[in-house]
């Protein structure tokens, strides 16, 4: 008994947007009638909507978290990174003037490092706040790791993915994700994810190829247009729009490529997250992802803007859809979770996130 | 007893159990006929409301994490009376009710955006000048070497600030190298004019007039008016701005508003009416650089960014002239080369582009 079989369904996401939009606009009005404030408790109440319409197997998800613990993380992230920040800020300026410009420098580069820190610190606090304050079946997840050692290897292998020309920038992504969930629990049970980047490398070689690819084209084509020489004026405007098609291509090509990278790594990031007798699996192809970003230009265009407020909606709509578990969970087993949990959110960091974990 | 079935966890383990209730003194009893579990006794008002959604009631235990219990539909009357309300938009705001509380805030939105822009002229006169001149000076510095010197351009510079500034208002008038057609007033009471303003005047009376405009901003404290809205700004809105970009330029960027600027060109008017210089060839000056908006170098005339010309302010100028006043230029003509070369003459000056800010 107790026992639950599960496949690709696992998730199933029950919300439709009709029954969100009172949420929606009431949070817009609220929000723009408080000069923002109400954007923390308008955060709350869309990921209880969001949750409560999630089915994990046979039963919703549960969202706890309330709007002051996001306000409480907004103003911890002021006081913290914005403070130090503004002042460095404050100070250089002054001290440049003066002539110190080397102290300028150092103290510069400390703030910039200081602030790199608490960025990749945040990102494990909020996957970490998420977790606890996300229930199944009277069960949470958590972490007991403050994040603090993280926010090192953050620094470092971000560092490390900038060498060899950004060769390593797949490994550094995948080995941060790795590191980071394997510090995530839920219940009794520790999260292991052995997301693997060699996969993800072939498409991360299409950034490099692109722009050769575009050089090889765009010479081609004006070698074809050469010969033809008529007069100056229409020659000049066929050269204008050359170049124009060519920039359009390069930022259209780096867009895609991507798309299709980030597609193929959550898929591989997900694939090797396992929690106990589950893998979870994610199904999104780089065609979802494409249309994904379509509908959401599409959206935000076609209502002027008001559309944005569903975004959130959306994006939680297409990670819920796309993702599968398979294997077994045995309820009995699932057993509260004691890890620690913190007063305050995620800061400013819901703001950046595109709303899954 | 009623045989309306509940689900139920408890908090300890995911085990998802179908119970009844049982009344027992304040509050009740949870069973499982089948299995013949029974629960901890829970008082009604230990009962927390963890959401309702899709017609799915749910509640939580104020002292067990992760203890729930639920149900689809109607709960019965007599459990219903017992069980509490949630929340829908907040506990302040559900007080009210989502109409008078967003009419609350729209006015209390109003009064701060208004006190945000009205506070600083109000509070900028209660700072102590010490201050204000200690922050200028910590600001400036030496202007990264940038002042021109030469024993001649000083007297000069002199011989106008002696005529326009003849209580000395202003603690220090410099003359900076810079290729700009600007003059600026920073905190402390401190004017510089930039050595582009000085090549593109075509007489002493000219600068006469933007100096004695900077000298209105000193006198009415203009500066200190600008940063504190500024920051202020930064802070109501949540520290956008306050983070962007030099806080120099920022400085340099400060607009102080059409009235401000109205009351510098009036002291400006003032000024040149007490040095019999006359406001004319200020009048040709605005007219001439305002006919030049449009052209390429319209991008280094940085003083009509900040101070926006307009026919009216031009004409004030004019209108200011009295026939027969009696006027003499504000420089001999000996001054006036010596002014123009001073920054070209000096030797030990900074280039502008030759030195970080």
Known sequence: MDQERIGREGFVFEGNWRAYAPIAFTNLLLTIVTLGIYRFWATTRTRRYLWANTRFIDDQLEWTGTGKELFLGFLMVLVLIGGPFLFLQFGAQALILQGHAGIAGLLGLASVVTIFYMVGVARFRALRYRLSRTWWHGIRGGSDNQGFGYGVSYIWKSFVGTLAAGLMIPWSLMSLWNERWNKMSFGPHSFEAAGDHGPTFKRFLLFYLLPILLLIGGTMVAMMRTPEAGSAGPQMAGAILGVIAFVLAFYLGLGLIALAFYAKFFREAVDGLSLAGLNFHFYARTKDWLLLFLGDIALVICTLGIGAIFLQYRHWKFFATHMGATGEIYTDELTQSHTKTSRHGEGLLDALDVGAF | ?357
């Open chain 2, 1 to 357: 007893m009623s045989d309306f079935r509940f689900w139920h966890y408890d908090g300890v383990t995911a085990v998802r159990r179908g119970v009844l209730l049982r009344r027992s003194g304040d509050g009740f009893l949870l069973e499982e006929p089948e299995s013949g579990w029974t629960g901890a006794p829970v008082h009604w008002s230990d009962l927390t409301v963890i959401g309702a959604e899709g017609g799915r009631s749910a509640y939580g235990h104020s002292a067990i994490p992760g203890w729930r219990m639920g149900f689809s539909g109607e709960a019965p009357t007599e459990i219903a009376a017992h069980l509490p309300k949630g929340e829908r938009y907040g506990r302040w705001i559900d007080r009210f009710g989502l109409w008078p509380a967003a009419g609350v805030f729209t006015v209390v939105a109003a009064l701060v955006v208004w006190g945000a822009l009205e506070a600083p002229a109000a509070i900028a006169p209660l700072v102590p000048l010490a201050w204000e001149n200690r922050m200028g000076d910590s600001m400036v510095g030496d202007f990264g070497g940038r002042f021109c010197h030469t024993p001649t351009g000083d007297a000069a510079l002199r011989a106008l600030v002696e005529q326009i500034d003849p209580d000395h208002e202003a603690r220090e008038i410099a003359l900076a190298n810079i290729p700009m057609v600007n003059a600026v007033t920073l905190p402390g009471g401190r004017i510089i004019l930039f050595d582009g303003l000085i090549q593109q005047a075509s007489s002493p009376d000219e600068v006469a007039g933007v100096l004695g405009h900077e000298l209105g901003h000193v006198r009415h404290r203009d500066t200190m008016t600008g940063l504190i809205r500024q920051l202020g700004l930064s802070a109501v809105l949540g520290g956008a701005g306050g983070d962007a970009g030099g806080y120099l330029n920022g400085v340099l960027a400060l607009s102080y508003g059409r009235e401000a600027e109205a009351a510098a060109d009036g002291v400006a008017i003032d000024q040149m009416r007490r040095a019999s210089i006359s406001p004319a060839a200020t009048s040709t000056f605005f007219e001439r650089l305002g006919g030049k908006q449009e052209g390429a170098e319209a991008r280094a005339m940085t003083w009509l960014s900040s101070h926006p010309l307009s026919t009216d302010r031009r004409r004030r100028f004019a209108a200011a002239v009295r026939p027969g006043g009696g006027y003499r230029p504000a420089l001999s003509q000996a001054d006036w080369k010596a002014l123009r070369a001073s920054c070209a003459a000096d030797p030990k000056v900074a280039k502008f582009w030759g030195r970080p800010f």
